[in-house]
Every structure is written in C-alpha cells, then in structure tokens.
C-alpha cells in the first residue's frame, strides 16, 4: 500500500511538518538579510546593531515561508489554475521571490561597495545608491512593476475560476497599481494626512476583504479545500494583526 504523497489533497501531518519547518526558514532568511544590509545601515543610519525583525517582518516573513512550501506542494498538480489556494501560494511566493531577491541584491552590492572602496573627502557619496534608487527602497520601486504582469498572467490563467475569485485577482492588481502610485507618482499627496498613514493598509485590504467574500461563498456551497482555507485564513490574520499592532502603536 503506499503512503500518502505531499501533495495529497488531504491536509497531512507531514504537510504540517514541512509548512512549519517552510515558515522557520523564511524567518532565518529574513534575518539574514537584515544582517547582510547592516554594513550599509550602520553607515548610514548610525545603528550599532542589527535590526530586530518587527512584529510586521515576522508577519511578512511568516507568510512568504508558507506561500513558498505551498507552491513547493502545488507545482505540477493538474488543479492548479482552478485551486484559488494554490493561485494565493503562487501571487505571494512570487512577491517573496521579488521583494527578497530585491531585497538581498541591494543589500549585497551596498555591503561590496562599503567594504572595498574609500569615499573621497566632499565628495557625495552615493554608494547607497543603485540604479538611481535608495538601496533600503529598491525592492518597493522595482518590485511592484516588475510584479504587474505577473498578476496579468495569472488573471488570465484563472479565468475557469469562479467570478468572485476572478476579480480578487483582479483586486491584486488594483493594490499593485495602488502602491506604484504611491511609490512613483505621490499618491498620498492627493489624500488626507489619516488615510495618508493607513495607504497601505487600506490598498492591500481591498484584495484582502475581496479574498475573504470568495472564500466565505466558496464555503457556503462547500467548494472551499485545505489549501483555500490555509492560505485565506492566513493571510487575513496576518493583515488583521497588523492593523491591530498599528491602531495600538
């Protein structure tokens, strides 16, 4: 008799193990490259220490590791442009695979250019810059671009989805924009000061509540998996924890 594969539809201990252990490492990553940048931080920032992962990067953190291992689980599966679960794994796995590798790359050519040339005395230095781009800002200005038609592919991808979840994706896309805004054309200017703070909160919350209205009708007709309901229940915590952790800050 042979025993379950990791990509049974059945949510399995195994499974478990290997979501824990996915969520373990992401954290480990995080931390590594807030110490890879640290060289460019405490030059410019004066730090005398490495940056502790806040409640929002362990938050982060936790759901690329889970969003990765997911996508680990999913590739291959005949299911996977009609499982919204898996279609989740695959949009934030992908925004890991951006922001980190964004992230890492700016960190690792700051520390190179830090540790191996001398700045001249009146001499500006732009050291922490990279392609014209503050290296703390890198993956925010370049991510969510290059993010575009990724989300356009898979909107196109998913299109034998049910209609509620079609237009979450399409939400995505909308936040996408919605940041680049922000980032490049100075959104928040054209605001209020108190919608200013909560931008982003509120720009990811439209894919998010779109989210949790599919699942809800995907649950109510008894359409909803393990991989729906894991990925769903996640990412809606993570977001509800931190709006929490800004209203009591």
Known sequence: MKSPAVTSDRLSILHLMLLTAGISIALVVARCIEHVRFTADAHYYNLERVVELDLFGVLVASIYGLSVTLLV???GSKDFWVNPGKTLALLFASMCILNWGLELFAATVTHFRLTTTTQATGVA???GYIWGIWYRSLAVDVGYVVCLPILLWVIYKTREQPLL??????????FALLIIGQVHFGLTGYV???????YFEAAIGLPIFQMAAAAIRSASKGEINWWTTVTALAIAAAWCAGVANKLIA
């Open 192 to 198: 209020t000061a108190f919608f200013a703070n909560w």
């Open 73 to 75: 689980f999913a590739v």
């Open 125 to 127: 230095d732009n050291r």
């Open 165 to 174: 979840w079609r237009t979450t994706w399409i939400a995505f896309l909308v």
